[in-house]
């Protein structure tokens, strides 16, 4: 089981409130709020105000419940890197198997919950991104192969999906083109982070893209994967779903990007592939990209609402 490693952790009582909050991975969930509630705003069509905040709420919450599978599975490697050793499993603070049933009732709960606010499409697209992000990335990519993150992007790419669907009950194309972004924006931005801390997943066994194929590799993938980035970001526009505003945003975010992830493809580097600027690139990649993500889906709600 993931979680042997960390059986030595003697776990303490009396949890605090922000420990169980912790487990659900809340800098993820702000952005996963973001993209829902665009999903929301750019629907065509109606909902009441009480059930677009529930929608929310249930989007919110089942990737919350995905993250706490996701740290009762990978409790064992958190334990070994450095940037995830306070989280509550090995830090001690809370069992690993009440982390799983506190996943699984957040899980279900948000599913249903859903399905009785708007319609079962939008659950059942909920329910798909829960599994996809907890299983098909967690339990079986992550460990298994460098192209975890590009197969694994999928799972952030549901939330604007989820939201459209509670609108109108069904999936259209412009929801399809957001997920499309976020699948392609997830290996330039998450790569890019993996470069300086390679060390990290390398001691703890994970397979990320530096790890297995080297820094040189993964930093002309980050390139390649910027420059596809280009022409789906912009696609809503060219085929008359968004109008100007959010078309000149998407060229010029995604310009901007390419440029960022050019520097990271040419960074000097020594005969090992050592970054000799310490990954600087790679860390302002990183920041921009999340940028990016606020700053592109903001200008299709703004061009939609005008």
């Not at 996943?103 to 659950?123: E, F, Q, R, W, Y």
């Not at 300086?196 to 390398?202: F, G, L, N, P």
Request: hydrophobic share 55%; with cysteine; glycine share 8%.
């Amino acid at each position: 089981m993931a979680v042997t490693a960390i059986t030595h952790h003697a776990p303490q009582l009396g949890a605090e409130p922000g420990d169980w909050l912790a487990l659900l991975k809340p800098r993820v969930i702000s952005l996963v709020v973001f993209t829902g509630a665009i999903g929301l705003i750019i629907a065509p069509g109606h909902i009441n105000p009480v059930l677009g905040a529930i929608a929310i709420f249930c989007i919110a919450l089942g990737a919350g419940a995905a993250g706490a599978i996701n740290m009762w599975y990978d409790a064992d490697i958190d334990a070994i890197m450095r940037r995830t050793t306070s989280r509550p499993i090995p830090a001690g603070k809370i069992e690993a198997s009440a982390v799983l049933g506190y996943g699984i009732v957040l899980a279900v709960a948000s599913v249903l919950l859903l399905a009785m606010a708007t319609n079962l499409t939008a659950a059942a697209v909920l329910a798909f991104s829960i599994f996809y992000y907890a299983v098909i990335y967690t339990m079986w990519l992550k460990r298994r192969t460098p192209q975890n993150i590009v197969i694994g992007g999928g799972a952030g790419a549901f939330p604007a999906v989820i939201g459209w669907a509670a609108v109108t009950g069904h999936i259209g194309l412009l929801p399809v083109l957001l997920f499309a972004i976020v699948f392609f924006w997830t290996p330039p931005h998450f790569w890019s982070l993996s470069l300086y801390a390679a060390t990290d997943y390398e001691k703890a066994g994970v397979p990320m893209l530096p790890v297995v194929k080297g820094a040189k590799h993964t930093r002309l993938n980050v390139l390649v994967y910027a420059l596809l980035l280009l022409p789906v970001s912009v696609a809503p526009w060219v085929l008359g779903l968004t109008g100007r505003i959010y078309g000149f945003t998407a060229l010029a975010l995604s310009l901007a990007f390419a440029v960022l992830c050019w520097r990271v493809y040419a960074d000097d580097q020594d005969a090992a592939g050592v970054s000799r600027t310490k990954d600087k690139p790679a860390r302002t990649a990183f920041k921009f990209s999340l940028l990016y993500l606020f700053i592109l889906f903001a200008a299709c709600a703004v061009d939609r609402l005008i």
